[in-house]
C-alpha cells in the first residue's frame, strides 16, 4: 500500500537563466571595445583560502601531476584497488627550446624582454608577444587585479601554448575591484553603504576578501533580473546596488551605492571587500591549450571560458568565489571543448541571481557526439549548483575519482534549450556521463539524471557505478523523461534517500521507470529511506524499503539493505556487505568487484 510521506523538506526554486550565449569576443585578441584596461600591473591583498577544502594535489607539477595528499578522502584511479586511472592528457612533453615569457608583480616592466629577472608586469603583455604555439607563460609568485583577456591560440599536441604558475608559486588573479570598509557610511535602518560610481562594470558578487559571500538581494525589471531597492535587503549579510533614495540601480554605476546590511559579528570598517567585474579569460578556437597551477577569485561570469577549443587541459588550479546576474554563473565553461581534460583542481562557490539551477562549477556545452571529455581527481564544494554539469548536448562526459560535499547538485548530466522545429541538432539533450569512484558526501542531490531522449533518439543512458553516498539529501534522482540511467555497485549511507524518482504524474510509479530502461542492482543501501517515489506535485509519495520495491516491481534483485560498515577511507572493512558482492560486468575482465569507491581492495 503507498503511503504518503509527508517529511518532504529540500527544496530550492529553479529559476531559469535568459539566455546561454557566449561573451562578446575580440577574434584578434585584445580587450573589449569601450572597456578600461584593467591591466596595471598593480598587485593586491593576497587572497585567502578557501575554508573548508583538502587539497587535492599541493604539490602538483605539470604534467606530472603525483599523488593527492594524506588528506585526500578518494582513492586515485589507477592505484592499487582502485578502477582504471583516467587517460594522460593527449599534449607531449614540453619543449627545452620552447619560448617562454613571465608575468610577475616584483621588479616587472612591460618595456623590458619577460624574463625571470625582469618579468612583464601585465598578462596583456605577455599574450602579445606570446603569439603563437608552441609558448609559455609562466606566472610569478603574487596576486594580479589584471582581468578580461582574449587568447585565442591554437596550437597541437606537440606545439601547444601554455598558462602556468612558476614552480613552487601560487599566483591569485583576481576578476574583480576592492572596496574599503573604510569608506562605508551609515544610510539608516541597519545598513551600511559605499560608492560604486567609478567601477567599470555592474558587479554581480560581493565578497569580503577572505571570502565570505555577501548574498544579492534581486527584483525582476522588465523581465530581466536587476538589484532590488534597498527596502528589500532585510535579511543579515545581504546587499543590493541602488542611488542615493534606495531605487535599484541598473547596469549603470553612475550615482549608485552598494548597501550592504551586515552579517553579525562584522567590522565593515575594518574589512577589505571586493566586488567581481569580469573573467580571467576567454578563448575562442584556443585548441590544445595548458593552464596548470593557477588561482581565480572574485570573477564575473565565469573565470575562465574557452569555444571551439579541443583538446584543453586545466590542472592544478583552485577556481573559486564566481558570480553573475541575469544569465548562468560558471568557474569554467567549456563550450565544444571535446577532449577536454579538466583535472587535480579545486572548484568551489560559484552562484547567479537566480539560484541553483544556473549555478555551475564546470559546464559543458554543445560536445561533439564522439567527444571524451574528462573530470578527474578534483573537489568541488560550497555551491548551490551543480558541480559538473551539461548544456546544450554535450555527451561522454566522464567523471571519475571526485569529492564532491557541502554543496546542492554534484553532478547534473544534461540540459537542454532546443525547444523549437529546426532547433540546431547539437543542441538537443546529450548524455551518456561515466560516473565512477566518486565520493559525495553532505551533497543535497549527488547525481541529477536530466538528459530527455524527446527529441533525439541517440542518446545512450548514463553509467552510475561505484560512488559512495554519505549523508546527504537523495544519491541518485531521476526524471520520468529521463534516459533511464544504469546503477551500480553504489553505496548508499546515512541519512536521506538512496534512489529518488521524480514524475509529475500521479500514475507514474517506478514500473513506467523500468519499463523505460531504468536499471539498478547490486548497490548496498543504508540510508534512511532506500527509494523515493515523488509521482506528483501534488502530494503522491512514497517511501519504500529495499524488500517492498524488491516485492512490488522486482528491481535491485541483487542489492542489499545494510550497514555499510567502511573505515575512514571508505573502504569495506572485513565481513562488510560491500566485499565481493559488486557486479564485475562494469569492469571488463574483472570476475570479482566491491561496491563502492575501492572495487578491488582486499579487506
Not at 7 to 36: E, H, K, N, R
Not at 405 to 428: A, N
Request: with cysteine; proline share 7%.
Amino acid at each position: 500500500m503507498r503511503t504518503p510521506w509527508i517529511a518532504f523538506v529540500l527544496a530550492l526554486s529553479l529559476l531559469a537563466a535568459c539566455s546561454d550565449s557566449p561573451p562578446s569576443v575580440d577574434p584578434d585578441g585584445g580587450m573589449p571595445d569601450g572597456s578600461p584596461a584593467p591591466d596595471s600591473g598593480t598587485t593586491a591583498p593576497d587572497a585567502a583560502p578557501v575554508d573548508g577544502s583538502q587539497n587535492p594535489n599541493p604539490d602538483a607539477g605539470f604534467l606530472d601531476g603525483g599523488p593527492p595528499g594524506s588528506d585526500w578522502p578518494v582513492p586515485v584511479p589507477g592505484s592499487e584497488g582502485t578502477g582504471p586511472a583516467c587517460p594522460e592528457p593527449v599534449q607531449g612533453p614540453i619543449g627545452a627550446a620552447w619560448p617562454e615569457v613571465f608575468v610577475g608583480v616584483t621588479d616587472c616592466d612591460d618595456t623590458a624582454g619577460g624574463s625571470r629577472e625582469v618579468p612583464f608586469c601585465t598578462f596583456a603583455r605577455a599574450f602579445e608577444v606570446a603569439d603563437a604555439a608552441p609558448y609559455i607563460v609562466t606566472i610569478l609568485d603574487g596576486t594580479y587585479r589584471q582581468r578580461d583577456h582574449r587568447l585565442n591560440r591554437s596550437g597541437s599536441a606537440d606545439e601547444y601554448f601554455v598558462v602556468r604558475a612558476a614552480e613552487d608559486a601560487a599566483p591569485v588573479i583576481l576578476g574583480s575591484e576592492p572596496l574599503a570598509g573604510g569608506d562605508f557610511e551609515d544610510a539608516g535602518s541597519g545598513l551600511l553603504r559605499v560608492d560604486v560610481s567609478s567601477l567599470p562594470s555592474d558587479p554581480a558578487g560581493f565578497w569580503t576578501a577572505d571570502g565570505t559571500r555577501m548574498i544579492h538581494e534581486m527584483e525582476f525589471r522588465s523581465g530581466r533580473r536587476s538589484h532590488a531597492n534597498t527596502t528589500d535587503v532585510v535579511e543579515d549579510g545581504t546587499w543590493t546596488k541602488a542611488d542615493a533614495s534606495g531605487t535599484g540601480c541598473g547596469s549603470d554605476n553612475a550615482g549608485c551605492f552598494i548597501y550592504l546590511r551586515p552579517p553579525p559579528g562584522l567590522d565593515v570598517s575594518a574589512t577589505a571587500f571586493e566586488a567581481s567585474q569580469g573573467n580571467f579569460f576567454s578563448s575562442v578556437g584556443g585548441s590544445y591549450q595548458v593552464v596548470d597551477g593557477i588561482s581565480t577569485r572574485f570573477t564575473q561570469e565565469t573565470a575562465i571560458f574557452f569555444e571551439g577549443a579541443r583538446h584543453i587541459l586545466i590542472q592544478n588550479s583552485d577556481f573559486a568565489h564566481n558570480a553573475n546576474s541575469d544569465d548562468n554563473s560558471y568557474n569554467l565553461r567549456l563550450w565544444n571543448a571535446d577532449g577536454a581534460m579538466v583535472r587535480r583542481n579545486r572548484i568551489s562557490d560559484s552562484r547567479y541571481w537566480g539560484g541553483a539551477v544556473n549555478s555551475h562549477g564546470i559546464t559543458f556545452m554543445i560536445g561533439g557526439d564522439d567527444a571524451d571529455m574528462w573530470v578527474c581527481e578534483n573537489e568541488f564544494f560550497d555551491t548551490i549548483g551543480g558541480g559538473v554539469s551539461t548544456k546544450g548536448g554535450s555527451s561522454n562526459v566522464h567523471v571519475v575519482g571526485n569529492y564532491f560535499h557541502d554543496m546542492d547538485i554534484g553532478v547534473r548530466t544534461s540540459s537542454s534549450r532546443c525547444h523549437w522545429r529546426g532547433c540546431d541538432e547539437r543542441l538537443y539533450p546529450g548524455g551518456g556521463y561515466t560516473i565512477r569512484e566518486n565520493l559525495f558526501e553532505r551533497v543535497r542531490t549527488g547525481v541529477e539524471v536530466t538528459e530527455t531522449n524527446a527529441r533525439r533518439e541517440a542518446v545512450s543512458p548514463s553509467r552510475i557505478f561505484n560512488n559512495v553516498f554519505v549523508d546527504g539529501g537523495r544519491g541518485v534522482l531521476t526524471r520520468v523523461e529521463s534516459v533511464q540511467p544504469i546503477l551500480r555497485n553504489n553505496v548508499f549511507t546515512g541519512s536521506g534517500t538512496g534512489v529518488y524518482f521524480r514524475a509529475g504524474d500521479p500514475t507514474t510509479w517506478p514500473d513506467a521507470y523500468i519499463a523505460d530502461g531504468y536499471d539498478s542492482d547490486f548497490n548496498l543501501f543504508d540510508a534512511d529511506t532506500t527509494i523515493f517515489v515523488q509521482a506528483d506535485w501534488s502530494g503522491t509519495e512514497e517511501s519504500m524499503t529495499l524488500e517492498s520495491y524488491q516485492t512490488d516491481y522486482g528491481g535491485e534483485a541483487n542489492s542489499s539493505e545494510s550497514a555499510a560498515d567502511l573505515d575512514e577511507r571508505y573502504a569495506p572493512r572485513p565481513g562488510s556487505a560491500a566485499v565481493g558482492t559488486g557486479d564485475p560486468s562494469v569492469y571488463p575482465g574483472a570476475t570479482t568487484v566491491n561496491r563502492g569507491l575501492w572495487p578491488f581492495a582486499a579487506p
